[in-house]
């Protein structure tokens, strides 16, 4: 997809120099686009002794985090590639230390989930192969 920006206007957005809907329009096309998300990282690279990181940027503008059910989808494996993009993008290269957390958060809850469900499935079994020993626990 051929990006609608410049990377001119890329740059002015590493500045913060755009008017207030450009960077709006900007961020909307970042969240939905990954190839435009590499002509930033790339604007930013070649960049001088970086002004900013993208890091920065993203944090300062607050831009939308992926939602918890998102977070949760994406550990499962079942958001859509674009979606899942965006995460990791979100993750890895803006280091959302938020998200993180959350993510960390919902690891811990589905690995319990997880062992939750290997214990019923024991306890079926144990129920269905020795029901007289049937315990209480
Ligand atoms: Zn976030």
Known sequence: MASEFTSSEL???????????????????????SGLR???????GRRDAGVHSIG?????HRLSCPSREQLGSFLLG?????????VKFHVDTIECRY?????????????????GQIEQRRQRYFQSSAGYLRRDE
């Open 56 to 60: 920065e940027i993203w944090r300062r």
């Open 11 to 33: 740059e002015a957005y590493l500045d913060e120099s755009l008017p207030i809907e450009r960077m709006t329009a900007i961020e909307e096309a970042l969240r939905k686009d």
């Open 78 to 86: 079942v958001l859509p590639t674009d979606a899942a993009d965006y």
């Open 99 to 115: 998200c993180e957390a959350n993510l960390e958060d919902l690891r811990a809850q589905q690995a319990a989930a997880h062992a």
């Open 38 to 44: 590499e002509q930033l990282a790339a604007t930013n």
